[in-house]
């Protein structure tokens, strides 16, 4: 029967009651895959971990989840590979978060405004990470060592935030990130026109910077 059940997505709801959420918990031991985006969640039953083990997919998007509901979100789930926490009011995470979440590959917190802190943590407790999404997130300045944490990383995504460089150990990430997006930054080191070319042309920039000033 539906205790097989192994993905569900429950969207734009209005307001799920906490009842509803624990049902929702309790009574799908199998899922994998789970889906609650704009339903009005705030909090999360203290036991997920007893009942939701398997879960790889996990999706809260637009709710205004507490930090003890993001902190339950952070210990609980082991398995999981892909987070999407867009638009929850998320502004600093908790600092063990690397520690619980071992086998993560994609992380969405696009739309939250993160701390400097906040991106440093992502950056150094996820060096399995190969999809990230920081659009939208306030950003004012990325750890000089972005490049040598994250060297597994396909898709890095900073679209719309306020920075203004981009530190040079991104240069790392030539090779294995296809897909980087800039737009939307007062970027001036690198210019952003060269920024939005991609990561190999930002590694050719900092090159031709270096080969300039060793020939002076």
Avoid: M, W
């Avoid at 429950?10 to 985006?37: Q, R, T, W, Y």
């Amino acid at each position: 029967g539906c205790k097989s059940l192994i993905a569900l997505k429950v969207s734009n709801c209005g307001e799920l009651s906490d009842h509803a959420v624990e049902l929702i918990v309790k009574s799908f031991p199998e899922l994998e895959e789970l889906h609650l985006s704009v339903c009005g969640i705030s909090s999360l039953p203290e036991d997920i971990a007893n009942h939701l083990k398997r879960l790889k997919i996990l999706s809260f998007g637009y709710n205004n989840l507490s930090d003890n509901a993001l902190e339950l979100i952070v210990t609980s789930f082991p398995t999981l590979e892909e987070l999407y926490l867009i638009y929850c009011g998320i502004t600093s995470l908790p600092g063990d978060i690397g520690i619980h979440l071992k086998c993560l590959k994609r992380l969405n917190f696009q739309r939250n405004n993160l701390s400097d802190h906040a991106v440093e943590l992502i950056v150094k407790s996820f060096p399995e990470l190969e999809e990230l999404y920081l659009a939208h997130c306030g950003i004012t300045s990325l750890p000089e060592n972005i490049g040598n944490h994250l060297q597994c990383l396909k898709i890095l995504d900073l679209g719309f935030n306020k920075l203004t460089k981009l530190p040079r150990s991104i240069a790392n990430l030539a090779d294995t990130c296809k897909e980087f997006y800039i737009s939307g930054n007062p970027l001036q080191e690198p210019p952003i026109e060269i920024a939005k070319q991609g990561v190999k042309a930002v590694k050719r920039y900092f090159e031709e910077l270096d080969r300039g000033a060793a020939g002076r």
